[in-house]
């Protein structure tokens, strides 16, 4: 029997080389890099799509009446005189609601949008 002595072998380390990739790996690379993206605004558009406003449908028709704010005019003095029985309070809330308003501020001559349920015909 013979023993193979390997100490005495030396071993020689690879050389190193920089990964390479072809035109078709890249597509691949780009494909694979861009499918979450794609996913992402696909779901975004499918599901806020309701979500956008737009003039011609703001509000369904027939669900509020709009009064013009007087000098002088307040919330709480449009809200007592469109709905005089009910709370003003509930009035107040609900016009602030319909309308988009941050704060209860008026300018003579806006529009004000009144809900249905509390509009009287003024």
């Not at 790996?25 to 861009?34: F, I």
């Not at 703001?58 to 000098?71: D, I, K, R, Y």
């Not at 809330?93 to 001559?109: E, K, T, Y």
């Amino acid at each position: 029997m013979t023993t193979i002595d390997i100490a005495g072998v030396r071993s020689i380390p690879a050389p190193s080389t920089r990964l390479r990739l072809t035109t078709r790996g890249r597509r691949v690379l780009a494909t694979l890099a861009s499918v979450p993206a794609v996913v992402a605004i696909s779901i975004a558009i499918v599901s806020g799509g309701g979500a956008l406003a737009s003039g011609e449908q703001s509000a369904p028709g027939g669900t509020f009446q709009t009064v013009t704010v007087m000098p002088g005019d307040t919330l709480w003095s449009v809200a007592e005189r469109v709905a005089p029985s009910a709370d003003p309070r509930d009035v107040v809330d609900a016009i602030m609601r319909l309308n988009a308003l941050s704060s209860a501020r008026l300018d003579a001559g806006q529009q004000v949008a009144i809900p249905l349920e509390y509009a009287t015909g003024d």
